[in-house]
């Protein structure tokens, strides 16, 4: 982190002195830069010119007394905070009386920092996101003690490295890693429990709800030791439980497995590459919708980019592979099911699209359950189906369902029968969080839409995404998450359900 932050600067015309522990970190972290910028030049990014330049901007030394003449000092070492504490005791001492120091903590608190100094009032927190010259989000964060010109100084500064500051208060984990760190630590709950596995969240997330990285190649890339210090510190303040980092995370961490950085975390980065599983072939599956309704309509209009035939009246049900019930009322859409069972051949797979955890209720009244999966589109515009057995779907037939839906071109996943499926129960808690902190006026809209977009590449912040899916939408998946689990913090946030009952969006 210390290297790219080394780099946007440097990137920005500055000239920087960077300070390392010793010589062998020293040189580590010239590799960083070298490769970093090599990478640039390599994809014609800059010229071998600009690159020499960049590169000769950077003084590197492990002396910190070399730092006496810096207007600003940014700490990046490990996220302890007795060490931060220390490194800050030694800055104070070199530093020139004016210059400001800054610490890219991820989530301790300034404040802490600043007070141990003899100048909390030019003490600000200036937070990077990884990798630091591609990210454009930049937190600064002032605490009660630090002097306005300070934040503004560095928020200027900020921007003419071409990154967009979004300045906040002292909490832990600020804006982006707040939200993000609760879905992160979802996801490995997720995968901890059973309910999916990790290559199914991964892909679930990115291709149905278009993050630029599923949670665990995220998390790899972060690093495992960072990811468990900003769980333990957000847990520290908030003692909300989806915080409390996940054993499975812990463990890994404990193994020395951190992710990219030592080669293996969740995922193993040995240079071999995984094999692809290959798109299933076969013949367009004849396709039966019952129920009327956007759902229904969303399914036909799939059907029809598939090329594959639709039918939709009780009559033809016969000839279907697959019959998808897509009802507006579970009631209306039990029976329907129910009614389509009798009239199908054996061998047709039955599909329930309720996503509250209740496929098997549907399934049981169908009095063939061994037949019925649940399918959900999270996205009807993005090209992913989830598919859930129940403890009642025999294995052949979740199988099945999932390679008649890839012969629909979609990307499919599997589940278990639970609430949300994966994305909505990882997406909507997310959503629920960022409504949370707007209630509570830490961030406004725009700040917490840009912390995700900026700082985590989502092609959409929280708070749009609330009101293109719905405050009723994200009301209802909340109500069914928290019913399931109990767990107080699924509950609907009531600024959320205020909206919904309005039916006005957040902005
Ligand atoms: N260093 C420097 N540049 C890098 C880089 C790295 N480690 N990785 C990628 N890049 C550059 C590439 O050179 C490329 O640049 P150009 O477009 O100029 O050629 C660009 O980024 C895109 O790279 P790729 O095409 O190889 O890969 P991609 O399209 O898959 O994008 C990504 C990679 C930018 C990392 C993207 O996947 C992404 O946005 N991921 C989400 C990252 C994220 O969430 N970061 C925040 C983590 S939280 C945090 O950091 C805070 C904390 O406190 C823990």
Known sequence: MGAGIAEVLARGGLAVVGVEVDRD???????????STGRAVKRGRLTAEAQQEILGRVALTTDFADLGDCDLVIEAVPERLDLK?????????????????ATNTSSLPVTDIAAGTSRPSQVVG???????????LVEVIATVLTEPDAVTGVAELVKGLGKTPVTIGDRAGFVANRLLFGYLNGAAAMLESGH???????????????????????????????????????????????????????????????GRKTGRGFYAYDGVEQAKPDAPDGPRPVVGIVGVGPLADAIAALCDRAGTQVRDSAAELAGCDLVVEAAEDAEAGRALLSAA?????????????????????????????????????PDPAAPLAEIAATVATAPDVAGRAAEL??????????????????????????????AAMLGAGYADADSIDAAMTLGCGYPTGPIADLDRLGPDRAVTVLNALHAETRDPALAPTPLLVEHATAGRPLR
Not at 85 to 101: G, N, Q, S, T
């Open 25 to 35: 970190a020293l040189e580590r972290g010239r590799g960083h830069l070298e490769s």
């Open 85 to 101: 504490r220390r490194v800050f005791a030694e800055l104070d001492r070199v530093c020139r009386a004016d210059a400001v120091l």
């Open 126 to 136: 200036v937070h990077f996101f990884n990798p630091a010259p591609v990210m454009k």
């Open 196 to 258: 999916a596995t990790r290559d199914d969240i991964d892909t679930a997330m990115k291709t149905g709800a278009g993050l630029p990285m599923g949670p665990f190649t995220l998390m790899d890339l972060i690093g495992l030791d960072t990811c468990l210090q900003v769980l333990d510190a957000i847990y520290a303040e908030s003692r909300d439980r989806r915080h409390a980092a996940s054993p499975l995370l812990r463990e890994l961490v404990t193994a020395g497995l951190l």
């Open 341 to 377: 069972a009798q009239a199908v051949k054996p061998g047709t797979v039955l599909a329930v699209t309720s996503v509250d955890g209740s496929v098997i209720r549907q399934a049981m009244a169908t009095g063939r359950p061994a037949d019925v999966v649940g399918l959900h589109l």
């Open 405 to 434: 839906a890839g012969r629909l071109g979609l990307t499919v996943v599997r589940c278990r029968d639970r609430a949300g499926f994966i994305v909505d129960a990882l997406r909507f808690p997310y959503l629920n969080d960022a």
